[in-house]
């Protein structure tokens, strides 16, 4: 019973690593593919932070996930992430929302900022809202957009499949000397 749990876990533990695998590399493709152009997985995009602005909320290297939003949700507190004048995503706290000639937009500031930020936010610069973030992980996927992170995001899933492929063989040759 245990061996079969044990077993099971690591099925799933493979499976997850192989999908994160290809979604890495989804997005490796994309970035080199378009470099001005932020990697998306179904709309959300996944971003590392640059910078210490948000601290302590977020900080640098860690990695944040970000969900499409529609504009008329965002409410005051949310962190968005946003393009900037120079197309460069920018991810801070609305502190306040201000309508203007029938538009939207969003006033913003870094939590580690002492002044808001320059201008406002427009619907159309709206990038989406924080989902969630994972600390450090940038530090990983910073390797991985590298030539040497390329070539172990896709050798170490072939090692594991090609691994399991041949303990089933062994198994099998086995099985069949014990007939």
């Known amino acids: 019973m245990l061996k079969k749990t044990i077993k099971s876990m690591g099925n799933i533990i493979i499976t997850l690593l192989i999908i994160l695998s290809i979604s890495a590399l989804i ?7 378009d470099p001005g152009r932020t990697p998306s997985i179904l709309g959300y995009k996944v971003m590392n932070v640059l910078s210490g602005s948000m601290e302590p909320s977020l900080k640098p290297g860690d990695v944040i996930v970000v969900k499409p939003i529609d504009p008329g949700k965002v409410k005051v507190n949310d962190v968005i992430s946003y393009k900037n004048s120079r197309n460069h995503f920018v991810t801070h706290r609305v502190i306040e929302i201000v309508n203007k000639d029938e538009k939207r937009f969003f006033q913003t500031k870094g939590d580690a900022n002492n002044i808001k930020d320059e201008g406002l936010v427009s ?27 390329y070539i172990v995001l896709i050798t170490i899933p072939l090692l594991i499949l090609t691994i399991g492929m041949f303990r089933k063989m062994n198994k099998t040759n086995k099985q069949q000397k014990t007939v």
Do not use: D, M, R, W
């Not at 997005?27 to 593919?33: G, L, N, P």
């Not at 610069?125 to 030539?147: D, R």
């Open 27 to 33: 997005s490796i493709v994309q970035s080199k593919k």
């Open 123 to 149: 619907s159309e610069q709206l990038g989406g809202s924080l989902l969630f973030h994972i600390p450090k992980v940038g530090y990983l996927a910073n390797f991985l957009t590298s030539s040497l992170g």
